[in-house]
Structures are given as structure tokens and as C-alpha cells.
């Protein structure tokens, strides 16, 4: 039994996890299992980069760099589906990560994934920088629509692929392990995986209380 197996069994027990919260945890770690595979597939696209065919490098990696970004914000709206997808038709069939990304901030600054690192078996600290900021995934989204529709005559291959290496990380520092919150509450999902690397994705669900504050991604 995974852990989030054996969390959801305890929790609903006492009666204390939401009903349609298991069901939203599988559809997130989907999504996230989703997002592995595309930043492994980068990792490999990479290995080819010296070979010439910058073309088609580029555009399947940015390709796939664009899907990541509506992947992580199409599971802030997993996380939040309760609250906003029974009122608001309109994100219902939205897949623009910017659009669900400044939606989602006017209802809470505080719906995106927040990671962490453990500083030893009991505690846990929010990282403040160095990751895919709420800010920065806009921007990203739009450049990599920018890379992909724009003329490629005197594009600047090795530099964008170069760029995107740099993306790539901030993403896992992002998602590795992160609490992302149930809108309106003060519940969490507290999300394990390795990415861009093998192994199942964990969840558990949790109230956070006396722990540290979580970052608020703004530019520093």
C-alpha cells in the first residue's frame, strides 16, 4: 500500500479527509507522473543537441516545456477543483496555464505548489528561491509559445537550449517534493516525487499548523 494509500484509509476512518479529496490526489499525482515523463524526455532531447538538427530539437523540447507549464497549473485547478470548477465555467475547459495561473491568485495567493526540502526526520523548511515562481511560469508559457510559432531563421538554437536546462531545474526544485493547498482551507497535499527519475509518487494529506511560512514566489 502506498503512502497515500495508507494515509487516505487512516484520515477517513476518523471521517477527517474531504470525500472527493482522493480522487483529486490520483488525478494530481497523474499529472505529475505526466510531468516526469515530459522532463525526461527533455533529458534525452538534450543528448542530441550536438548532432545539429536544431530544429526539430528545439521545438519538441519547448513543446514539451509548454505542456509542463499547463500541466502544473492545470494541477493547481485539481487541488482546487471543488471550490471553483462548480462555479466558474470558464476554467472548466481552460488548459492556458497563464489564464488558470491569474485566476486562481485572485482567489489565493497561496494555490501554488510549495517546496520544501526536509532538515532532518521530523521538520521541514519552505525553499525560497531557485524555483519555477508563479511569476515566471507565465513568462515561460508565453516565450515557449513565442519559440515555437516564431520565424526560425537567425534563432539562436544553442542558446534557447541552454535556457531551457535552466528551466528544467528550477521545475524539479519546484516539484520534488511540495505542499500545495485545498482552496479555502488550511489543508494540504504534501506531494513526493523524483523527477525526472523512477519511483512512485507519494501523497498524504494534511493540516498545517506551527510550521514554517510558505514562500510567496514573488521576483527577489
Request: aromatic share 10%.
Amino acid at each position: 500500500m502506498s503512502r497515500g494509500e495508507r494515509e487516505q484509509t487512516e484520515m477517513n476512518r476518523f471521517g477527517d479527509i474531504p470525500k472527493w479529496l482522493p480522487r483529486a490526489a490520483g488525478q494530481y499525482t497523474t499529472v505529475m507522473e505526466n510531468i516526469k515523463l515530459r522532463v525526461g524526455f527533455i533529458e534525452e532531447l538534450d543528448k542530441f543537441k550536438n548532432e545539429g538538427n536544431w530544429t526539430f530539437i528545439v521545438e519538441a523540447m519547448y513543446l514539451n516545456l509548454r505542456y509542463i507549464c499547463e500541466l502544473i497549473a492545470s494541477g493547481c485547478l485539481i487541488a482546487h477543483k471543488e471550490t471553483i470548477l462548480t462555479n466558474n465555467n470558464k476554467l472548466k475547459k481552460a488548459y492556458q496555464a497563464d489564464l488558470i495561473v491569474n485566476a486562481l491568485d485572485k482567489l489565493d495567493d497561496k494555490f501554488y505548489p510549495m517546496p520544501y526540502r526536509m532538515k532532518n526526520k521530523d521538520t521541514f523548511e519552505y525553499i525560497e528561491d531557485g524555483f519555477l515562481t508563479k511569476y515566471e511560469i507565465k513568462d515561460l508559457y508565453r516565450k515557449c509559445g513565442g519559440v515555437l510559432h516564431n520565424n526560425p531563421n537567425g534563432v539562436d538554437y544553442p542558446e534557447l537550449i541552454d535556457n531551457i536546462q535552466i528551466y528544467i531545474e528550477k521545475i524539479k526544485i519546484l516539484l520534488s517534493s511540495h505542499h500545495i493547498k485545498v482552496l479555502g482551507s488550511h489543508d494540504y497535499l504534501d506531494i513526493r516525487l523524483n523527477v525526472g527519475g523512477i519511483g512512485a509518487i507519494e501523497w498524504a494529506f494534511f493540516k498545517l499548523v506551527d510550521a514554517p511560512q510558505p514562500p510567496d514566489g514573488k521576483p527577489r
